[in-house]
Structure formats: structure tokens, C-alpha cells
């Protein structure tokens, strides 16, 4: 389903890293805060949620769909311990989810919420700004801080992955200019001020996203990570 499938050489931790930092340096640089370990599993993560973004962008969403289902058939793969099919972000996710299969229900939960946006897209012939469905795309959001939030720590306290969630949310209402999305991303960087350290890479990111220099994202985060203020 993507342009990596069924490579002559699966790729590396290394590739799928070098991969992220092509195409989002802002989370990439996000998860140099993390630990080795849960660095790998964001990454990853990260990836499949590029994979399902580009369902949103098929010609046709019933293709999106199709995108969806493989993805989804392909987590029942690895929950499962069937045998996995042959696509290099696949046996990635395989690697870095052997010991936390806690977290595909989390990764199911995101492909589900993609699927809301694209049974919108059919009901109404697209993209509807505005409204229910502009909250569908919020939660897509919501959901991946979530899943990022569980990477880094599977005991998180349920407060501190809502303020994750809530703060993903929220800049996309801003970067939307939703109504109300200036408030409410002020309220949402001060939910996330009382969040553990431990989950702030998954929240880095955010503190980048209006710049544009790579100096000033790199100070921006390093700033956030010290003071856990974005």
C-alpha cells in the first residue's frame, strides 16, 4: 500500500529514521528528547500515521479505505502472530512492538479515527470545513498524542495523555483558525505544563510548529524540553 512495499532490502532503524527527518522534522527533532528505545516505537509510529494520512488524500476515499483495512488487517497480523506481510514499516512495527502489544489497540484506535474522517468524505463528497467534521480531524490528532504518549510511558496517568491529546487537537484547530482556537490552545499549553517529563517528546513538536528556520525550531524545543512550556 505504499511505495516501500515489498523491498528487494528491508529497511533499517537507521532508514526509517533518516525517513522521519525527511518528512517531519518537527516530531523528528521531537524525538531526539526520547529514550532509545521508545525513540524507535515514535518513530515508527509516526510513519503508519503518514501511511494513513495518505488515505485522506486518495482520489477516491472508498481507495482511501481500502489503504485503511490493509493497515488495519495488517495490526490483526502482528496481534495476532500470523504470518506478516512483506513491507518494510510492517516488520518495523513488528520489531519495535515485541514487547508492548498494548499499543495496538491504541494504533487500532487511529486507524477507527481516520476511518471517520473518510466515511464523512463519502457522506458529503469531501472535505466539509467546519463544524462535526473538522472535529473528526481533530481527533485524528488527539489520538496519535495519545498513542505517542503510551510509547513513551504504557502507565501513564490518563490526565497526562488527555492534555497530550487535547494539545495535539488544539493547534490543528489553530492552524485551521477554527473558532475559539486561540483560547483554546492557551488552555491547552497550560493543561500540558502539569504533564510528567517523561511525555513531553511527544509534545516537542508542537513548540516548532511556527517556525520555519532549523535553528529556531532546534532552540525552540530544546527551550520546551528544559522548561516544559511550549
Do not use: C
Amino acid at each position: 500500500m505504499s511505495d516501500t512495499a515489498n523491498p528487494p532490502n528491508l529497511a533499517s532503524a537507521d532508514d526509517f529514521d533518516a525517513r522521519l527527518k525527511r518528512t517531519d522534522e518537527d516530531r523528528w527533532l521531537a524525538t531526539r528528547y526520547a529514550p532509545a528505545g521508545s525513540r524507535e516505537r515514535l518513530v515508527a509510529i509516526y510513519l503508519l500515521n503518514q501511511e494513513l494520512q495518505r488515505a485522506l488524500h486518495a482520489k477516491d476515499a472508498m481507495l482511501g479505505k481500502i489503504r485503511l483495512q490493509w493497515w488495519r488487517e495488517t495490526l490483526a497480523q502482528l496481534a495476532g502472530g500470523a504470518p506478516l506481510r512483506r513491507h518494510d514499516l510492517a516488520e518495523e512495527l513488528a520489531r519495535v512492538l515485541k514487547n508492548r502489544a498494548d499499543l495496538l489497540g491504541p494504533m487500532n484506535a487511529m486507524v477507527d479515527a481516520y476511518d471517520d474522517v473518510l466515511d464523512d468524505h463519502l457522506q458529503a463528497g469531501g472535505h466539509q470545513a467546519g463544524g462535526a467534521h473538522e472535529e473528526r480531524h481533530l481527533a485524528v490528532e488527539s489520538t496519535l498524542m495519545r498513542l505517542a504518549g503510551l510509547a513513551l510511558a504504557p502507565d501513564a496517568e490518563r490526565a497526562g495523555l488527555e492534555a497530550l491529546a487535547e494539545a495535539g487537537a488544539a493547534r490543528v484547530g489553530l492552524a485551521a483558525e477554527l473558532d475559539g482556537a486561540e483560547a483554546r490552545w492557551e488552555a491547552a499549553k497550560a493543561g500540558l505544563r502539569q504533564t510528567p517529563a517523561m511525555l513531553w517528546p511527544a509534545a516537542l513538536h508542537l513548540a516548532a510548529a511556527s517556525e520555519n528556520g532549523p535553528l529556531s525550531k532546534r532552540w525552540r524545543i530544546f527551550r520546551a524540553a528544559l522548561g516544559r512550556r511550549l
